[in-house]
């Protein structure tokens, strides 16, 4: 049967995502006519704070002084099981050569870029594992430079659980700006910064268009949307679990979709009353995001087996998928789109988004049909190299110059036909045959 849906969206994360692209792109363009002044004038307007932009040595310190010792101890923490994950991930990359053809041997290296640029999200909530997210996996994959960005608040300066985890995780330089002039500063290389060669982290829409613009003259992670998470339970699963997950995962924001597929309608209708209950009894802030989230973007999605389950979750590739069902190698095997994977009750999407070591910057709105999220990979530049003896060199060049000519690119042809000559001047080569 075709799934049926207990409870539908009535909107998307494109439903209200509104045109920003005109009023990001001209903040961007004042901000590289103008420079290091044109990017305080936004500091000032959006951000409201005038102190210093990039915090000296000085800053930090005060900064670690106000951090809690517990706390500390828990970013050190956090910080250790990110950086040894992604010190793992790096240690898949591996510099090779390979002989193709006898004498011609051609390889690859994996090579850090030199500048990141990573936002920190500060703004209604300080982002603490941001900052241990996009910082260590920069620091590990090698990066030179790395410069963490985070918005201030008036008359305070950036959160200092915010700086204390930046420079902790290796943060060169820590700037005090947020939004768009925050990501120009870093991609334009203002205040001395050097440009940044790719821009990662999270951030609001705004942030997000000035990234999707940017892209091309600077990398990106990803171009994201609003966070979303699904999860996949069957009979097997407690329904107060389910709940309690889907509705961390909506105080997100306000259009930060939840979805729950299950093969158990028993579960979906218990969740589906114990969800609003749940909300109820969140903090205020907490409660009117999940609450405007599980009204407008949610979905209960009832199925006949794992097996649609399973491709109902592929069709919607979420950025964060948690599997409460039996057989968890079934499912490992079986999933195919998703940004990050939580297999069985014992672990959660919070674990993910604050501490257990995988990212949490992630690919939203079904991009993970196609990308995964940020990792050490994101910084290597996957380069290629080639080199050949005279004698290996034969082969390639006659097929080169016979490709080339019925590409009708003489141009290619001749620089293979130049070579043949000079290596093989008593030998003759039918150059232009393809039969």
């Known amino acids: 049967m075709a799934p049926v849906y207990l409870k539908k969206a009535t909107k998307t994360a494109q439903t209200d995502a509104g045109d920003v692209r005109e009023t990001v792109q001209a903040?961007?363009?004042?901000?590289?006519?103008g420079g290091d002044n044109a990017a305080r004038t936004y500091a000032n307007r959006f951000d409201q704070y005038d102190g210093n932009i990039l915090l000296s040595d000085d800053d930090i310190r005060a900064a670690a002084d106000r951090?809690?010792?517990?706390?500390?101890?828990?970013?050190?923490?956090?910080?250790?099981?990110?950086?040894?994950?992604?010190?793992?991930?790096?240690?898949?990359?591996?510099?090779?050569?390979?002989?193709?053809?006898?004498?011609?041997?051609?390889?690859?290296?994996?090579?850090?870029?030199?500048?990141?640029?990573?936002?920190?999200?500060?703004?209604?909530?300080?982002?603490?594992?941001?900052?241990?997210?996009?910082?260590?996996?920069?620091?590990?994959?090698?990066?030179?430079h790395i410069v963490a960005c985070s918005p201030?608040?008036?008359?305070?300066?950036?959160?200092?659980?915010?700086?204390?985890?930046?420079?902790?995780?290796?943060?060169?330089?820590?700037?005090?700006?947020?939004?768009?002039?925050?990501?120009?500063?870093?991609?334009?290389?203002?205040?001395?910064?050097?440009?940044?060669?790719?821009?990662?982290?999270?951030?609001?829409?705004?942030?997000?268009?000035?990234?999707?613009?940017?892209?091309?003259?600077?990398?990106?992670?990803?171009?994201?949307?609003?966070?979303?998470?699904?999860?996949?339970a069957d009979d097997t699963a407690d329904p107060e679990v389910v709940a309690t997950d889907l509705v961390s995962q909506a105080e997100h924001g306000y259009n930060s979709p939840v979805w729950l597929v299950t093969s158990d309608r028993a579960l979906a209708e218990t969740v589906l009353q114990r969800v609003p209950e749940l909300i109820a009894d969140l903090p205020e802030l907490n409660r009117a995001n999940a609450e405007a989230a599980w009204r407008d973007y949610a979905e209960v999605i009832l199925c006949a087996d794992r097996e649609e389950m399973a491709a109902t979750s592929d069709e919607y590739a979420p950025e964060h998928l948690t599997v409460q069902a039996d057989d968890l190698p079934w499912w490992l095997d079986r999933l195919q789109c998703y940004g990050s994977l939580f297999l069985g009750e014992e672990t959660t999407v919070a674990f993910g988004d604050k501490a257990s070591g995988t990212n949490h910057v992630l690919p939203t709105s079904r991009s993970a049909k196609y990308t995964g999220g940020l990792s050490v990979h994101k910084y290597m530049k996957i380069v290629t190299w080639q080199r050949a003896t005279r004698e290996g060199s034969r082969d390639v060049a006659e097929a080169t110059a016979r490709i080339s000519r019925l590409e009708g690119m003489e141009g290619h042809a001749r620089s293979a036909d130049i070579r043949l000559r000079k290596y093989f001047p008593d030998e003759s080569f039918d150059l232009t045959s393809t039969g």
């Open 152 to 232: 201030p608040r008036p008359d305070e300066g950036v959160a200092p659980a915010i700086v204390y985890a930046a420079h902790l995780c290796g943060a060169d330089r820590i700037m005090a700006m947020g939004g768009v002039q925050g990501v120009a500063a870093m991609t334009f290389g203002l205040f001395g910064l050097p440009k940044a060669d790719i821009l990662v982290g999270p951030g609001n829409q705004f942030v997000a268009e000035a990234k999707r613009i940017l892209f091309g003259r600077v990398g990106i992670d990803m171009i994201a949307g609003p966070t979303d998470s699904l999860i996949l």
């Open 67 to 144: 951090v809690p010792e517990k706390l500390k101890a828990d970013i050190a923490f956090a910080h250790d099981n990110v950086r040894r994950f992604a010190e793992a991930q790096k240690q898949t990359m591996h510099d090779i050569e390979f002989e193709v053809v006898p004498g011609l041997i051609a390889g690859q290296k994996a090579i850090p870029v030199q500048a990141a640029g990573c936002y920190v999200p500060g703004g209604r909530y300080s982002h603490i594992a941001s900052a241990i997210m996009t910082v260590t996996t920069a620091k590990v994959a090698g990066c030179k």
């Open 27 to 33: 903040i961007l363009a004042d901000i590289e006519a």
